[in-house]
């Protein structure tokens, strides 16, 4: 867990080095999100430029445009998938809130962990997906799923992290506007990197040389 905090802290820093940068990109994700249906391509481009400022000293917007152009229709596919499935796990919790029994306890277990679940491979799978050379959604979640499944605690640590930052934006919401999801992209691609790195397979070179980052020996 350790390493998780350690590794958000990381991301939450990276920001003073293109704080204006950062800034401008979340007013252009809050933008681009406004029609609903392009929120996951905006995400997408937002990590996307996260993703290279944290390699490149002449990041510019450009990559940010680039991913979300590129992920207009990936990111429909998302957008569909997470609204069917916060639905049937909300609709069930919902049906199920005034039963009893151990058995009704496991199934609101399972169904919150399944959103859980769903929703820590979404803080992973677009920044996974810029580290593929050959990117596709299917080998993206296929990383990010044994990326949380290797790492459940690391992966919690990150989330403690994500945590104080969407609760200080609930607080302060002007926050909404300027840093959250640019502090949010910056924590996912550090996250993903320190696991790219502790798996061996991060190095100096911009791609990831394999379709699918991890391998079951991770």
């Not at 796990?89 to 399972?110: E, S």
Request: hydrophobic residues 55%; glycine residues 6%.
């Amino acid at each position: 867990m350790l390493g998780g905090l350690r590794a958000g802290w990381r991301g939450l820093l990276h920001l003073q080095y293109r704080g204006y940068q950062y800034i401008w990109a979340n007013i252009l994700w809050i933008a681009l999100s406004l029609p609903i249906i392009t929120i996951p391509a905006a995400w997408a481009g937002l990590t996307r430029f996260s993703y290279y400022a944290h390699r490149q000293p002449t990041a510019s917007f450009d990559e940010f445009w680039q991913g979300f152009r590129e992920n207009l229709k990936r990111g429909l596919v998302i957008g569909i998938l997470n609204v069917v499935l916060v639905v049937v796990n909300l609709t069930n919790l919902y049906a199920y809130q005034y039963a009893t029994g151990a058995g009704v306890m496991v199934l609101r277990i399972i169904w919150l962990f399944a959103l859980f679940i769903w929703f820590a491979i979404q803080l992973y799978v677009w920044t996974l997906l810029n580290a593929m050379e050959q990117p596709n959604l299917k080998g993206a979640y296929r990383n990010a799923a044994v990326m949380i499944l290797l790492n459940p605690l690391f992966t919690i640590g990150v989330w403690l992290v994500c945590a104080v930052v969407v609760v200080f934006s609930m607080v302060f919401p002007v926050a909404w506007i300027l840093l959250t999801g640019s502090t949010l992209a910056a924590i996912a691609n550090t996250a993903v990197q320190d696991r790219l790195r502790a798996a061996g397979y991060e190095r100096n070179s911009m791609d990831i040389p394999t379709e699918e980052v991890f391998s079951d020996t991770y």
